[in-house]
């Protein structure tokens, strides 16, 4: 079996991200661990913001949008499959989407166990740095 994607956005989501890239050109998306914005997926233009050698990239959204977690935040999320969907609201004061009236969530389910046998099998995924 091939490994799951560890990280899918929702079709409202990939719009919002396609807008924003039409503002601000190539992006990325940060999983935060808490602190002053929760645990929000956090939107920012590509080479504003700097990962890591802590930073773990679960994977690619919406034509190549990377998307990195905190290693620590990791160790909670790794049996979960992540979805980036948005809602209506306000968010977080960093994120790009906040002017736009919505904010980024994710949403997650718990992997199956072949699901997590696969993705031990195909090895820790990449760290930034």
Known sequence: ????????????ATAMIAKLEGIHGR????QSGGCCDGSAPMCYPADEFRVGGQDILLGTI????????????????????????VVPGRGA?????????VRFIV????????????????????RGG
């Open 107 to 126: 949403r997650s389910r718990v992997f199956t166990d072949a699901e997590a046998d696969a993705l031990q099998a195909a090895g820790e995924p990449r």
């Open 62 to 85: 919406a034509d190549d949008v990377p998307v990195w977690i905190g290693a620590a935040q990791f160790e909670y999320w790794r049996h979960t499959q992540v979805t980036i969907d």
């Open 1 to 12: 079996m091939a490994p799951p994607p560890r990280i899918l956005a929702t079709p409202a």
């Open 93 to 101: 004061g960093f994120s790009l989407e906040g002017p736009e009236g």
């Open 27 to 30: 992006l990325m998306f940060h």
